[in-house]
């Protein structure tokens, strides 16, 4: 096979840099073993959330937190780079809008009713800002589970919000569909797209609400109709309507995930998902090939000028540790930076501590093109995106789908300079 | 490590993201079936020698959609296959199960009798008689014996000559029973490339009977096929498919599946597989396919069949498409038909698979001028039952498109 770029992964990072290539013109092959994160997480493009404390504004905090952590990949992406990814994405997704600035974070319940900050959410979060504090009722459906909203309002009556305003917030259940097995959010998403099903969600749902009150869904308003789905339930209950994440499977994820998948097949994308790149060929510092293991037992090499590695982190098995305790990359064999030192402590027992493997990742030039082990260009015409990067900590400081829609941008950016 | 402990042993890579299920076509449409991570890598663990604890196994399609999404590179469809055929092994296997997994026999018996099998099969009585008593619905879609079959054509038909290229040809059983036809345009379509076209003595490669979990025949089948074709691979032939499920079947399910990793001639003729259009399309990037293609005036629906998406080759019928002018492709994005080989024949899978299909079904109807195009063929009676609208495989237009008709 043969592609002018070859982009290895499906994640955010992947298909945004595989859109923007095949866009511009550029043949382009995209591999990946399966969908990524965007599945399971919120579709929320968080940029930053902690450094370490509540980040209010991230464009203010930007600057002085890439200053502290020259390795962090933000030092080489411009806050103009940041903030035109996400102009790009809510442009570019016209049914998919997302909402929001640099300049300030909303602050969005969890589904547990934590205010969690975020620089971009999908327009149809946004009414769920608790920033200026209101009366929110919470919605919960039975055969859901893991979605408790008296967990969820409790705790969020409980929240201690930045701005000093208190939320008052509470939980109204709705009866069961009437299934006896669970429903998942998916499930729940079709159902959703059901006029029908909404007439009678609303009508159970409207004399149980107070005056001033907004309402929060977990995120299942609707799956390939999800705006009108959700105006419609809007329109019904004439207040507020928003979503709040779910656990996985996250129905916006895979909105998010349909409207970056269908623009790369609509611009010509090669798709292959359910293949591995498994290798690559390199000659004179240049890959010339990507290696990718399909159903027959042969390896099936790619041509290309340009190459993405896009493949995620650890949990996508792009990094991983061998049993002699040493970090290696999947495809390229690349230099792995911020490994502890042998002796050193590698993991600390509280997952969301501060963790020492946790910045190990691929480090990059300018371009964000990967370094070796003394630190020069590995390979000149391969680029890295995404939670593959080294030097951040996106769980800890939530900038991780900011860090894959940014880097994404920018590696295509780089590419389609370097190609005309 | 054996293939069986490698196949079951990779369900410990599973991260219960739920990915799979998201994507399980009949998890999706019927509370009967509980889905891809529950019924793969979580149950196996309970299964024991003595049996599973659940029997919603059985409403696993064997789609595969789940291993080819699976991040984790968890091998579910495979586990559930594994793990059908132990419990059916138990249970005991159905009579229907036994005959519709053996289309080779059911055309050694109807080819000769053509126009009577037929006649029974296109008689409602008859097949309410067949829904009655062996419980295969009788408005599944059931293909006709063609009455003569490809390889009886094949040995007739002179080899190209002058020819500088060769390969071989691996048509299945339904080219050689039910559509013949498919099995002849796609030679002249490779003739018309140049090459000689070379038909080995070739019987089924056993995929319906591992569906079925009739796993001890499948492995007779598909390791004498295998033993047919190597000494071709091995002096360097590609092989060609136009069946994708049984391409696939020689590509890697036999091997995973049927735990034949070990089988020299498996491996040998795995590594010179193609799908045909993945092969059309190699040639097409060397510059090599011949591309004087006259229009096609027509909008044709395109489906991907869950187990051609299985090879992980993307859709190269796609992309040779994109090569006839005039002619207009929708590309389905429904993941599967529902009729999964023979699961949409059974009469308790019947409403499912339709429900599954149904989404396909819409577009095809609102797309299709003339035909709609589709890889596989129990996928393409599927819909051609279901919407009326005839189904054509992918090579059926680029011979149109050459002037071959
Ligand atoms: C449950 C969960 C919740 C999260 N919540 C948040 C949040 O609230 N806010 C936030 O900002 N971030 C959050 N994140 C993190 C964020 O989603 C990720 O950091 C970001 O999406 C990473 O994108 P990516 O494209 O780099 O990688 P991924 O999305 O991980 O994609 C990697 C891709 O590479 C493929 N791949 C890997 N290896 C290979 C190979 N060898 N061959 C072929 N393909 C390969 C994978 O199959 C996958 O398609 C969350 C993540 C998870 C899992
Ligand atoms: S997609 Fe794979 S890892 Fe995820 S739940 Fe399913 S089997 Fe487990
Ligand atoms: S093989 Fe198909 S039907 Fe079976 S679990 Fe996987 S996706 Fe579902």
Redesign the pocket.
């Known amino acids: 096979m043969s592609a002018d770029a070859v982009v290895v992964g499906a994640g955010l990072a992947g298909l945004t840099a595989g859109v923007r290539l095949a866009e511009a013109g550029l043949r382009t092959t995209l591999v990946g073993k399966g969908p990524g994160a965007m599945h399971l997480a919120p579709a929320t493009i968080d940029v930053l959330g902690y450094a370490p404390d509540l980040v209010e504004r991230p464009a203010a905090a930007l600057p002085s937190f890439v200053a502290e952590r020259p390795d962090h990949p933000y030092a080489r992406l411009s806050a103009d780079t940041v903030a035109a990814s996400a102009e790009w994405l809510s442009a570019h997704m016209p049914p998919l809008a997302y909402v929001g600035t640099l300049e300030e974070n909303y602050l969005l319940p969890t589904a547990v009713g934590v205010p969690k900050p975020s620089a971009f959410v999908p327009e149809a979060m946004a009414a769920g800002d608790l920033r200026s504090g209101s009366r929110f009722a919470f919605a919960g459906l039975r055969a859901l589970k893991d979605f408790y909203p008296a967990l969820l309002a409790d705790n969020l009556s409980q929240a201690k919000l930045p701005t000093g305003v208190t939320v008052d917030a509470r939980a109204v259940h709705l009866s069961d569909p009437g299934t006896e097995a669970d429903v998942s959010p998916l499930g729940y998403a079709r159902m959703f797209e059901d006029r029908e099903f909404r007439s009678v969600v609303a009508a159970e749902l409207l004399p149980r609400l107070e005056p001033g009150e907004s309402v929060g869904f977990p995120s299942v308003l609707g799956l390939h109709e999800h705006r009108t789905t959700w105006l419609d339930l809007q329109d019904r209950l004439g207040r507020p309507v928003f979503e709040v994440p779910t656990l996985p499977p996250s129905v916006a994820g895979i909105r998010l995930f349909h409207a970056l998948r269908d623009a790369f097949l609509a611009a010509g994308g090669r798709l292959l998902i359910g293949s591995t790149a498994a290798g690559a060929e390199t000659k004179d510092g240049v890959v010339t090939h990507v290696v990718i293991q399909t159903a027959a037992a042969r390896p099936t090499p790619i041509e290309a000028r340009w190459f993405v590695l896009a493949t995620g982190g650890f949990a996508e098995g792009a990094i991983f540790l061998d049993s002699y305790g040493e970090v290696h990359e999947s495809v390229f064999g690349l230099a792995v930076s911020g490994v502890p030192a042998a002796g050193e402590p590698r993991f600390v027992p509280r997952y969301f501590d501060d963790q020492p493997m946790g910045r190990a990742g691929i480090a990059v030039d300018e371009r964000l093109r990967p370094l070796d082990a003394d630190g020069n260009v590995a390979f000149r015409n391969l680029f890295t995106a995404g939670a593959a990067l080294g030097g951040a900590e996106p769980w800890r400081e939530l900038s991780g789908n900011g860090l894959a829609l940014a880097s994404g941008f920018a590696v295509a950016s780089a590419i389609v300079e370097w190609a005309s | 490590m054996d293939t069986m402990e490698w196949v079951r042993g990779s369900l410990d890579h599973c991260v219960k993201c739920t990915i799979?299920e998201t994507?399980?076509?009949?998890?999706n449409v019927t509370p009967l079936?509980p889905?891809?991570k529950y019924?793969?890598p979580q149950l196996e663990r309970f299964r024991t020698d003595d049996g599973s604890p659940d029997a919603s196994l059985d409403?696993?399609?064997?789609?595969?959609?789940?291993?080819t999404v699976c991040p984790q590179g968890v091998k579910?469809?495979e586990i559930?296959s594994q793990a059908r055929a132990k419990m059916k092994a138990q249970r005991g296997i159905p009579l229907r199960d036994r005959i519709i997994a053996r289309p080779s026999a059911m055309g050694k018996v109807g080819t000769p009798l053509a126009p009577i099998a037929n006649f029974f099969l296109k008689n409602h009585a008859f097949r309410w008689l067949v829904e009655r008593t062996l419980r295969v619905h009788r408005k599944a879609p059931m293909p006709l014996f063609a009455g003569r079959t490809f390889q009886s054509w094949a040995r007739r038909h002179p080899p190209l000559t002058p020819a500088t290229k060769a390969i071989v040809y691996f048509h299945g059983c339904s080219a050689n029973h039910f559509e013949p036809r498919v099995a002849q345009m796609a030679v002249a379509v490779l003739e018309h490339n140049g090459y000689r076209v070379i038909v080995p003595r070739q019987d089924c490669c056993g995929l319906p009977l591992q569906s079925n979990g009739l796993f001890d025949d499948a492995r007779r089948y598909v390791r004498k096929l295998a033993r047919n074709l190597e000494p071709y691979a091995r002096r360097g032939y590609d092989i060609v498919a136009t069946s994708t499920s049984c391409g696939l079947m020689l590509k890697r399910e036999a091997r995973e599946i049927l735990e034949l990793e070990d089988d020299e001639d498996l491996r040998t003729v795995s590594a010179h597989m193609f799908d045909i259009c993945e092969f059309l399309l190699s040639l097409h990037e060397r510059g090599a396919l011949r591309t004087d293609f006259r229009p096609l005036d027509m909008r044709v629906p395109y489906h991907a069949p869950?187990q051609q998406q299985g090879h992980g080759i993307g859709k190269p019928a796609l992309e040779l498409f994109g090569l006839i002018p005039g002619l207009e492709v929708v590309d389905s994005d429904v993941a599967?038909c529902g009729v999964?080989g023979t699961y949409g024949l059974k009469t308790e899978k019947y409403d499912i698979a339709m429900e599954v299909g149904a989404p396909l079904f819409r577009q095809v109807t609102a797309v299709a001028t003339e035909v709609a195009a589709c890889d596989s063929e129990t996928c393409r009676w599927q819909i051609t039952r279901a919407t009326g609208i005839p189904s054509v495989h992918p090579v059926e237009l680029l011979y149109r498109a050459y002037g071959l008709s």
């Not at chain 2, 994507?23 to 998890?27: D, E, I, L, W």
Request: net charge neutral; charged share 0%; with cysteine.
């Open positions: 799979c994507f399980c076509p009949v998890s079936f889905g891809p019924v793969g409403y696993c399609s064997g789609c595969g959609i789940c291993t579910i469809a559930n869950c599967c999964a």
